[in-house]
């Protein structure tokens, strides 16, 4: 998608909620809705907005990891518009809480000092950050796993950027691997993260949204006047 849509799309994302995208990632077969969980939105921007904006995708590893760590850092390269979204290799991720192997933060104030002059949008970190009041003075969305004191550099390399990232969930009937590939849509707001695919049906997905969105409006003033909550989303959202 050229830049001006990928403008569009954001500006239309942002006016909703990640509920709202769930919904509608739902209706196109997606039963987990694209959904991300235990992340904790740990500060935000303003008005507490939604966030959203194309994934820039990070990777650490162990120091003991084969690939070769790569020189110069990610932070410079942060793209206008982008969500930075920071993972660890599988092998120090964990199934149940705190879902990393690392007490080490992957990220801190002065990546979200560059990450705003670049115009940025939000920070996820599968992992811990550190330097928390200052992505709260920085007003930055940031999304992580926990806190911590310690920068990532004694025990961690970056191995991947802009690499298609890998997130171990814990589900029923079963565990699964969740990736996010660089340039898929990042949303977050208090609900927690949610994901669509660069490639989904956008035009779709925007389309469905408003419409669900203003049928449950209606199901909520049915239910203010008295009407029972059932019928009245089956009414509401018939052909939906
Ligand atoms: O230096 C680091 O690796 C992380 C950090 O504390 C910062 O970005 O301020
Ligand atoms: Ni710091």
Known sequence: MSLPETKKVIQTLAKYSVCDLSDALVKTGLKKGGYFPNLVRQSQNPTGATMVGKAYTVLFAPKDDPRPAIKGGYIDKVTEDSVLVIALSKNLQ?????YTKISNALYGGLMSTRANYLKSNGTIVFGRV?????HKELKRDVFSYGLGSTAHGPVLKLVGINVPVEVLIDDYPEPRTEVINPGDYIMGDDNGVVKVE??????????????????????KEDILKGEECTPSQKKRRAGL
């Open 94 to 98: 964990k199934l149940d809480a705190p």
């Open 130 to 134: 550190r330097d928390i009041d200052e």
């Open 198 to 219: 660069d490639n989904a049906d956008l035009l779709s997905i925007l389309e469905y949204i408003p419409k669900r969105v203003a049928a449950d409006t209606l199901v």
